[in-house]
């Protein structure tokens, strides 16, 4: 029974499957996800959607479920897909390569490991392992950036303490490496415990998305940084040293101390669909040089990104009426189907 469609508050609805400690999406096919849960088990599985009026419709199909051979106590902190990553040798066993970051027990280190998991034999292997230090205090982390920029060719890191970019690649063998490109935190003067919280990768132009990555920063005092990385067609990709291209948007009017907590874009027309996206979520791009940033108290920034380097305030407005008492957690996202509109959720007064 486990996957039925079953509608909120329904009787027997909870307690029948392991708490889900992280989670993440395959931004390839948009309907496959791996989540981590309680039991140790790293599982796969795709969303086939659910309707109320038919609750015992299976709402996912389970492609695979394995216990991960970790130290015990380990914390598994974040996860995230990365695409075109599987080597060539794994290539018809239908798998996923995934980055796992971890905290072993009792360690203020933490752990990026990098997996490839098979959906038929529902079988996994590490393929490489590298430690990481961050600059806090705190012996648990608090890492809420962990995913792949556009071009799929840097894997962001970011928390308390941690702001790390780290180049994944291919050998011509075929094996997948992890190098540290730039350690943000060690690099440049920044407030004591200051915790990143939000991140986007930005696209520019269609020139520059085989050579370069913008990537947006928000972070927990209220501050919103961009980085850009450049190199391709073989060189090796570093931090662009030009001025304008990294470090703090000086046009922000977010409120100091108030979290970014969200940075997202909007969605550009659809595309015809295809007999290859057949049966899955639509693959459209973000629009470009276009971005959008909310603080927690409800004050949403439109930007637009210079071809100078850098970007410029469209617009600001209020979701609602600021109240730094309430401490909101909140999400947001474009909509696919009406690019022009946009979703809001906050917690804990369950505002959308």
Not at 46 to 72: F, I, K, M, N, Q
Request: charged content about 20%; aromatic content about 10%; glycine content about 12%.
């Amino acid at each position: 029974l486990e996957g039925e469609a079953l509608p909120v508050g329904a009787p027997g609805c909870g307690g029948r499957a392991p708490r889900v400690l992280c989670m993440c999406q395959d931004k390839q096919d948009l309907q496959v996800f791996a989540t981590y849960d309680e039991w140790g088990s790293l599982r796969l599985w795709r969303w086939r959607g659910s309707d109320p009026a038919a609750a015992g419709r299976d709402a996912v199909d389970w492609l695979g479920a394995s216990p991960l051979d970790l130290p015990a106590g380990t914390t598994v902190l974040q996860m995230c897909f990365l695409p075109g990553m599987l080597p060539k040798k794994f290539l018809e066993s239908d798998g996923k390569a995934l980055a796992l970051l971890t905290q072993p027990p009792g360690s203020t280190f933490l752990m990026l490991r990098v997996a490839f998991v098979f959906d038929a034999t529902y079988e996994w292997h590490w393929a490489v392992t590298t430690g990481i230090e961050r600059q806090s205090d705190r012996r648990d982390a608090e890492v809420s950036v962990f995913a792949m920029s556009q071009s799929d060719r840097l894997l962001v890191l970011g928390g308390r303490g941690l702001l790390q970019f780290w180049r994944v690649w291919q050998t011509p063998d075929g094996d997948v490496r992890l190098g540290l490109v730039c350690d943000a935190i060690r690099a440049c003067p920044w407030p004591a415990e200051t915790a990143m919280v939000s991140c986007m990768g930005v696209l520019t132009s269609p020139d520059k998305d085989e050579k370069e990555d913008w990537i947006t920063i928000g972070s927990n005092d209220g501050c919103l940084y961009g980085f850009n990385f450049v190199g391709g067609a073989g060189k090796e990709i570093e931090l662009d040293s030009r001025e304008g291209a990294w470090g703090k948007f000086s046009a922000s009017t977010h409120t100091p101390g108030v979290p970014i907590q969200c940075i997202f874009g909007s969605w550009d027309a659809p595309s015809e669909p295809s007999p290859a996206s057949h049966g899955r979520a639509s693959l459209m791009p973000t629009e470009r040089k276009s971005f959008f940033s909310v603080g927690e108290d409800g004050k949403l920034l439109w930007w637009k990104m210079l071809d100078r380097g850098g970007g410029a305030l469209v617009q600001e407005i209020s979701i609602w009426e600021p109240d730094l008492a309430v401490g909101r957690r909140i999400a947001c996202h474009s909509s696919r189907l009406e690019p022009s509109v946009v979703g809001v959720a906050g917690v804990p007064d369950r505002t959308i």
